[in-house]
């Protein structure tokens, strides 16, 4: 019964040692941070302390200004940047309004400015 299986060529080890070595020999990867706790293998320190906090200490990640919670630091960053902070930089250029997003700010334009409007096609209604 095999622990560690490549996920480049599908080989299965016995031994954590073997598939660090096999994957250096073979495919040239360096994944020399493993998991105590499971077989995953990781070749960024960081991938590792995130995997063993999500999966096995089941720590999630709260945003400090809504409690919100999240898994990967990324997520939470990206949610603060969108949601928190003050910085708007993307302005119309047809009026005073600012967003954070670009999205955002082509919703607007399409919307007050271009009077874009999505008409049903069963009423006729027009929509935003």
């Known amino acids: ?6 996920v480049q060529c599908q080989i299965k080890l016995f ?4 598939a660090l070595e096999h994957k250096r020999a073979t495919h040239g990867e360096e994944s020399s941070f493993c998991c105590v706790q499971c077989p ?13 906090q999500v999966v096995h200490e089941k720590k999630m990640l709260k945003c ?5 919670e999240f898994k990967h630091q990324n997520r939470l960053s ?5 949601q928190h902070e003050e910085s708007k930089k993307y302005c119309c250029e047809q009026c005073p ?16 400015h271009e009077k874009k409007f ?3 096609n069963l009423c006729d209604k027009e929509f935003t």
């Open 64 to 68: 400090h200004l809504c409690e919100i």
């Open 118 to 120: 999505f008409k049903c």
């Open 97 to 112: 309004k600012k967003y954070k997003r670009k999205d955002q700010l082509i919703d607007h334009v399409q919307v007050i």
């Open 40 to 52: 995953k293998m990781f070749t960024r320190k960081e991938r590792l302390l995130d995997h063993v």
């Open 15 to 18: 031994r954590k040692e073997k």
């Open 78 to 82: 990206r949610h603060i940047q969108c």
């Open 1 to 6: 019964n095999s622990k560690f299986s490549c």
